[in-house]
């Protein structure tokens, strides 16, 4: 089981979009529709942001969006805010009732 | 509005067992919706799934760590525990306690608690 790909970091403008991609394989991402996204500030505990590929929890605003193609799950932040800075993660079910989430991706707001 | 708050040693010896608790408010372990699930991360990395247990008692665990990891319920406290036996340095790291939701097989992380850091050190 291993971790998820996602790039290191990514930066944008306010008002821009930026895109996370997370790379897994047919045993987790492209097996099942279960990848969800969280938000992680610094010192703070992640935030779910994005589940089922891409459906958002209440309360998230609709800048935030997500899609999924074969074994490449991508999140899609429009609008950027500077409030929007910090990390996210990716989560997919890998399958025998186990969790496998992404390495991380820092964005910056510009 | 369910929270979750874990608690125990911050500082454990290499060799030794890792033993946290997640204490619930705010509703039921034993409600059978949810799992209850651990996961970690090592400072400036990215998080590890570590495991989860149904109200059932069934458990499932990260193969990684497998051998090392018991994940126990206690249903009257509503609390749910975390061991880890034989840590390294390499344990080192903020656990995150958080409620499993949704369908089969997924339940997924949604909420979580604000984490406990915990050092391996002599």
């Known amino acids: 089981q291993s971790a998820l790909t996602q790039p290191r970091s990514v930066s944008g403008s306010p008002g821009q979009s930026v895109t996370i991609s997370c790379t897994g394989t047919?045993?987790?991402?492209?097996?099942?529709?279960?990848v969800s996204w969280y938000q992680q500030h610094p010192g703070k505990a992640p935030k779910l942001m994005i589940y089922?590929?891409?459906k958002r929890p209440s309360g998230v605003p609709d800048r935030f969006s997500a899609s999924k193609s074969g074994n490449t799950a991508s999140l899609t932040i429009s609008g950027l805010q500077a409030e929007d800075e910090a990390d996210y993660y990716c989560?997919?079910?890998?399958?025998?009732?186990?969790?496998?989430f992404g390495g991380g991706t820092k964005l910056t707001v510009l | 509005q369910v929270q979750l708050q874990e608690s125990g040693p911050g500082l454990v010896k290499p060799s030794q067992t890792l033993s946290l608790t997640c204490t619930v408010s705010?509703?039921?372990?034993?409600?059978?919706?949810?799992?209850w699930t651990w996961i970690r991360q090592p400072a400036g990395k990215g998080l590890e799934w570590i495991g989860r247990?149904?109200?059932?008692?069934?458990?499932n665990y990260n193969p990684s760590l497998k051998s090392r990891v018991t994940i126990s319920a206690d249903m009257p406290k509503n609390q749910f525990s975390l061991k880890l036996s034989s840590v390294t340095a390499a344990d080192t790291a903020v656990y995150y306690c958080?409620?499993?939701?949704?369908?089969?097989?997924?339940?997924?992380?949604?909420?979580w608690g604000k984490g406990t850091t915990v050092t391996v050190s002599s």
């Open positions: 705010g509703g039921s372990i034993s409600s059978g919706s949810y799992y």
């Open positions: 047919s045993s987790d991402v492209g097996g099942y529709n279960y």
């Open positions: 247990i149904y109200p059932s008692g069934s458990t």
């Open positions: 989560c997919s079910y890998a399958g025998s009732y186990t969790l496998v």
């Open positions: 089922d590929v891409s």
């Open positions: 958080a409620r499993g939701a949704g369908i089969q097989p997924w339940f997924l992380p949604d909420v």
